[in-house]
């Protein structure tokens, strides 16, 4: 019995026809009926300010909860009547006005039980807008509102972390910019979320998202090569936890597009030093090529110029003095 009333404690029950509707809740270990408030308080006023929003009638809405603000500017339901004067504009498709109403509650009430509905309908902007749906401008919906999208996910990150609705604008920011080939930017925002959210469920959908992120930001095997080695740490790290998320996603052939990369890499690296005159460093990097990528074709070129060089491609130990490749063509040490 103890459980049931537990479970049923804050059950309600609506009878009557849908004009004369009468609320019961479960107190206590009876049906206790609510008594709905006069019309004529500040109370009924917004229940009838719900009434209009439920009827889908939003110009009404927005005309009552107006009223309201006007006659009760320091009620403490204040809060509750901006949230419903936000709400009205949203089911207006007035979205942008929308926030500045949201905002004021977050900003103007952080103890009410107000602030986390009102980032929660502030992030349902949010993603409207990250969707494409446009600001209006001179009545016509032709201004971009990616902006707003972006500073609202970062915002609700910083006013509530470690919360849900914390957590579904992190991932929500990455995916922001993903989708907009933003991957830099992409990757920091993924990497974050897997930094504040470690246990999240979504883990390894972002964690696959960074992979791919990271390898976009690779340019060629002449420019940096930070962002592949990023990716290869994380593949290993994403076959570790899901194998078979990894196996679906072709991560076995990421590592073999990675690896030829970072030898071609390598393998122009040690041409540089070549063609320079600096023989000690091109001969150690071409060694390395072949030793740490040996069934790539950069391996394959890199036998052929040490052998043009008349040098081996593999020896037993390698010398000290080559260790830096970046040394003075192997003669630091040298006095």
Not at 69 to 87: G, I, N, T, V
Not at 301 to 330: C, H, N, W, Y
């Amino acid at each position: 019995m103890l459980v049931f009333l537990a479970i049923t404690a804050s059950v309600c029950l609506t009878t009557g026809p849908a004009h004369a509707q009468e609320k019961y809740r479960f107190e206590e270990g009876i049906w206790a009926k609510q008594h709905s408030p006069s019309p004529d308080t500040p109370e009924g006023r917004l229940q009838a300010v719900r009434a209009a929003m439920a009827a889908d009638q939003a110009e009404q809405a927005l005309e009552l909860v107006e009223l309201w603000l006007e006659d009760y500017p320091q009620h403490e339901m204040l809060a509750e009547a901006y949230l419903l004067r936000a709400d009205a504009k949203v089911l207006a498709k007035e979205y942008f006005k929308s926030l500045f109403d949201y905002e004021y509650v977050i900003r103007q009430f952080p103890e009410s039980p107000q602030f986390e509905s009102a980032l929660e309908r502030e992030y349902r902007v949010a993603k409207l807008f990250a969707s494409g749906v446009k600001r209006k401008f001179l009545g016509m919906r032709i201004l971009s509102a990616a902006g707003e999208a972006e500073e609202i996910f970062i915002r609700i990150q910083e006013r509530s972390p470690g919360s849900e609705i914390g957590e579904q604008a992190s991932l929500s920011l990455g995916d922001f910019y993903f989708d907009r080939s933003q991957m830099t930017s992409a990757a920091e925002a993924y990497e974050l979320f897997l930094l504040n959210y470690p246990d999240s469920q979504y883990r390894q959908r972002a964690m696959l998202r960074l992979i791919q992120a990271n390898l976009a930001t690779f340019k060629g095997p002449r420019f940096d090569p930070t962002g592949l080695i990023e990716s290869q740490q994380r593949i290993k790290t994403f076959q570790q936890e899901f194998p078979a998320a990894a196996q679906q996603a072709g991560v076995d052939a990421m590592l073999v597009r990675i690896g030829e990369s970072l030898a071609l890499k390598s393998f122009y690296t040690a041409q540089w030093y070549q063609k320079r005159g600096q023989r000690v460093s091109a001969v150690y990097l071409y060694r390395r090529v072949v030793r740490d990528y040996p069934q790539t074709a950069a391996a394959q070129s890199a036998i052929e110029r040490l052998a043009d060089m008349k040098e081996t491609a593999v020896i037993a130990a390698e010398d000290p003095f080559t260790a830096d490749p970046a040394g003075q063509d192997g003669r630091r040490g040298q006095q």
